[in-house]
């Protein structure tokens, strides 16, 4: 995450069996895999703001906060919604965006590294993460 910067919004969906009678958005605001702001905003800011927007129950958001579910397993499951953003660059907000490694086929994986190539990431970076994946 050291190269990472941008506006990021995640939408709470609204959930009476937690209490939640409407949806809550968090923005978090990065510089270089520094954070420079977390906050609760409304969902015009959220909407108007972020570069990526991401959306999910309030059980699918715990279980990743819980680590027992993966963030790109979860996305890529299509629990968390995409409403605001690239696919390719929401992949590379996960935790373990060495998961990507293992998506599709082989050209599907090529066509994401060469995306996350021209985001700034290097062969290096890719390689790191797609052998931590495979070595636990």
Partial sequence: L???SGHFAY???ADE????DKD???????DAGKLVRLEHVSEED???DADFLLAAT??????????LDKFVGAFMGRRIKLEK???????????HAGYIGMIGSSRKRAAIYKALLKQGFTET???????RMHQS
Wanted: proline share 4%.
């Fill in 58 to 67: 309030p059980q699918v958001w715990k279980r990743i906060l819980q680590k």
């Fill in 24 to 30: 809550l958005y968090m923005c978090m605001v990065l």
């Fill in 11 to 13: 939408r709470i969906q």
């Fill in 2 to 4: 050291k190269k990472l």
């Fill in 85 to 95: 953003g690239s696919t390719v660059g929401s992949l590379a907000l996960g935790p």
């Fill in 17 to 20: 069996a937690f209490g939640l």
């Fill in 46 to 48: 959220a909407k108007n």
């Fill in 125 to 131: 970076d890719l390689k790191r993460d797609f052998l």
